[in-house]
T-cell receptor, first 126, second 107 residues
Framework: QVHLQESGPGLVKPSETLSLTCTVSSGSINDYYWSWIRQPPGKGLEWIGYIYYSGKSDYNPSLKSRVTISMDTSKNQFSLMLSSVTAADTAVYYCTTVRYYYDNNGHGVLGPFDYWGQGTLAIVSS | EIVLTQSPGTLSLSPGERATLSCRASQAVGSSYLAWYQQKPGQAPRLLVYGAFSRATGIPDRFSGSGSGTDFTLTISRLEPEDFAVYYC?????????FGQGTKVEI
């Protein structure tokens, strides 16, 4: 069982950069792929991107120009930076693991989001 | 980008009844790489099903997933009081990973 905890400022000014950190406990950060997902108040879920300790990563094209996901293996943490924020970036941000499994054909699959942090609300407002 | 459309938007049922939730994809989801999540108010989503029909660890067998290609279903055989929540489908067969807009199961 992996435990995840998001942290970061709850309030960010428009045009500034949102920075969040996810601290991993009860597990090694080298053992999983790691992802960020967000959810605007009262709305659905949006995948932001993922990273692996090898440096492999992938981002949602809708956010790619503004997003950086990085890892600090010495601290067992990974981070999200979202630049040039607007009110549309106001959301609960979740950090998650990405399950890697083998399907019925024996193919390795980077699968669903299985362990989730509790989420942190980031509000963009002046 | 694969767009997932869930129906109905809201399902009004009673405990003990059967719930059938639909998720339709704008194009085929490769190798049935589709998952279902449950989200209760103020909580993070919880993974229920992946690979279209495989239950995640600890998920009761009243939850079952089915489907392939573009049409997928989550069935809750007998609703328990704790099952009233919002359910999301999500595909991981292609990038970007996308979610449906959710189905609310209410009493």
């Amino acid at each position: 069982q992996v435990h995840l905890q998001e942290s970061g400022p709850g309030l960010v000014k428009p045009s500034e950069t949102l920075s969040l950190t996810c601290t991993v406990s009860s597990g090694s950060i080298n053992d999983y792929y790691w992802s960020w997902i967000r959810q605007p108040p009262g709305k659905g879920l949006e995948w932001i991107g993922y990273i692996y300790y090898s440096g492999k990563s992938d981002y949602n094209p809708s956010l790619k120009s503004r997003v950086t996901i990085s890892m600090d293996t010495s601290k067992n943490q990974f981070s999200l930076m979202l630049s040039s924020v607007t009110a549309a970036d106001t959301a609960v941000y979740y950090c998650t693991t990405v399950r890697y499994y083998y399907d019925n054909n024996g193919h390795g699959v980077l699968g669903p989001f299985d362990y989730w942090g509790q989420g942190t609300l980031a509000i963009v407002s002046s | 980008e694969i767009v997932l459309t869930q129906s109905p938007g809201t399902l009004s049922l009673s405990p003990g009844e059967r719930a059938t939730l639909s998720c339709r994809a704008s194009q085929a989801v490769g190798s049935s790489y589709l998952a279902w999540y449950q989200q209760k108010p103020g909580q993070a989503p919880r993974l229920l099903v992946y690979g279209a029909f495989s239950r995640a660890t600890g998920i009761p067998d009243r939850f079952s997933g089915s489907g392939s290609g573009t049409d997928f279903t989550l069935t809750i055989s007998r609703l328990e009081p704790e099952d009233f929540a919002v359910y999301y489908c999500q595909q991981y067969g292609s990038s970007p990973r996308t979610f449906g807009q959710g189905t609310k199961v209410e009493i």
